[in-house]
């Protein structure tokens, strides 16, 4: 018998796996985790609407059954009803959001650069924004009706206010170093506003932006649910009108999916762009 014959052959070991792969395993888990975490209580809401309806604890023309909010959801949107109305809303949350995006950066950039235009803005600004979306509805429809224009001005001003404060205290606290680094490699404009500012300001910028975006998304059902005559918070004032509380609900819950639509699209496009930002420093 030979000698490589009586030794013992090692066992291959199993290729250990990559720390990258390992931590996205482990992003996997938290992610499934917090998403059945967040599961937890609108399920137990669902379970006690359900008990309460069932047992009759409420009355059905008070609180409609799940089953029936849920077949109301499925005619809205078969019958093409539900579709037409949130697309008006949609669209006037676009251009309300376009109108104080424009609004917000420039004041916000104004009185972050300069402390003289804070001067003479700021005081204006903060009294403004201090009166409620409500608190402009009478005005506005004594100056433009209760057209678009009315609507788009008060989605505009809801929105306008937290990209303006965000804004300008993104611009204040950019790191005094970064700025001594551009005066160093004498960056022009251009430079100092992509390599700086921009980067620097980011994640203020876009906690503005949706701040601003949920202002504008209940503004909107704010000023429909009081004068419009179409568009999703409209539907809820047709259904109470007609006490078919089963719609209101289902435009409730389509109301509150929208929103959590918006907010998630946000999350990950500031993810996506945070990563830039990294790379541009």
């Given at each position: 018998?030979?000698?490589?014959?009586?030794?013992?052959?090692?066992?291959l070991?199993?290729?250990?796996?990559?720390?990258?792969l390992?931590?996205?395993?482990?992003?996997l888990?938290?992610?499934?985790?917090?998403?059945?975490?967040?599961?937890?209580?609108?399920?137990?809401?669902?379970?006690?609407?359900?008990?309460?309806?069932?047992?009759?604890?409420?009355?059905?023309?008070?609180?409609?059954?799940?089953?029936?909010?849920w077949?109301?959801?499925?005619?809205?949107?078969?019958?093409?009803?539900?579709?037409?109305?949130?697309?008006?809303?949609?669209?006037?949350?676009?251009?309300?959001?376009?109108?104080?995006?424009?609004?917000?950066?420039?004041l916000?950039?104004?009185?972050?650069?300069?402390?003289?235009?804070?001067?003479?803005?700021?005081?204006?600004?903060?009294a403004?924004?201090?009166?409620?979306?409500?608190?402009?509805?009478?005005?506005?429809?004594?100056?433009?009706?209760?057209?678009?224009?009315?609507?788009?001005?008060?989605?505009?001003?809801?929105?306008?206010?937290?990209?303006?404060?965000?804004?300008?205290?993104?611009?204040?606290?950019?790191?005094?170093?970064?700025?001594?680094?551009?005066?160093?490699?004498?960056?022009n404009?251009r430079?100092?506003?992509?390599?700086?500012?921009?980067?620097?300001?980011?994640?203020?910028?876009?906690?503005?932006?949706?701040?601003?975006?949920?202002?504008?998304?209940?503004?909107?059902?704010?000023?429909?649910?009081?004068?419009?005559?179409?568009?999703?918070?409209y539907?809820?004032?047709w259904?109470?009108?007609?006490?078919?509380?089963?719609?209101?609900?289902?435009?409730?819950?389509?109301?509150?999916l929208?929103?959590?639509?918006?907010?998630?699209?946000?999350?990950?496009?500031?993810?996506?762009?945070?990563?830039?930002?990294?790379a541009?420093?």
């Amino acid at each position: 018998m030979s000698l490589t014959e009586t030794l013992p052959v090692p066992a291959l070991a199993a290729p250990a796996a990559t720390p990258r792969l390992a931590q996205a395993l482990a992003g996997l888990r938290s992610r499934v985790w917090r998403g059945a975490l967040a599961l937890i209580l609108p399920l137990a809401v669902l379970a006690l609407w359900h008990a309460a309806t069932l047992n009759g604890w409420v009355a059905q023309q008070i609180l409609p059954a799940p089953a029936l909010v849920w077949t109301t959801l499925l005619d809205l949107w078969h019958s093409g009803e539900l579709w037409t109305n949130l697309a008006i809303s949609l669209t006037r949350v676009a251009w309300g959001f376009s109108a104080a995006l424009v609004i917000g950066l420039a004041l916000g950039v104004a009185m972050g650069l300069s402390k003289t235009a804070e001067a003479y803005l700021y005081p204006s600004f903060k009294a403004i924004s201090e009166v409620p979306v409500l608190g402009w509805i009478p005005l506005l429809i004594m100056l433009v009706g209760i057209g678009e224009a009315m609507k788009i001005l008060v989605i505009a001003k809801a929105a306008a206010v937290p990209i303006t404060i965000n804004t300008q205290q993104g611009i204040r606290n950019i790191p005094q170093p970064y700025l001594e680094v551009a005066r160093v490699y004498r960056f022009n404009p251009r430079q100092l506003w992509l390599k700086v500012i921009f980067p620097s300001t980011l994640p203020s910028l876009f906690n503005g932006f949706r701040y601003g975006l949920t202002n504008a998304w209940l503004s909107l059902v704010t000023v429909e649910l009081l004068a419009s005559s179409e568009g999703i918070g409209y539907q809820m004032v047709w259904g109470r009108q007609l006490f078919q509380l089963d719609v209101v609900m289902a435009c409730m819950l389509v109301i509150g999916l929208v929103g959590l639509a918006i907010d998630l699209f946000l999350q990950i496009t500031e993810t996506r762009l945070l990563r830039w930002r990294r790379a541009a420093f």
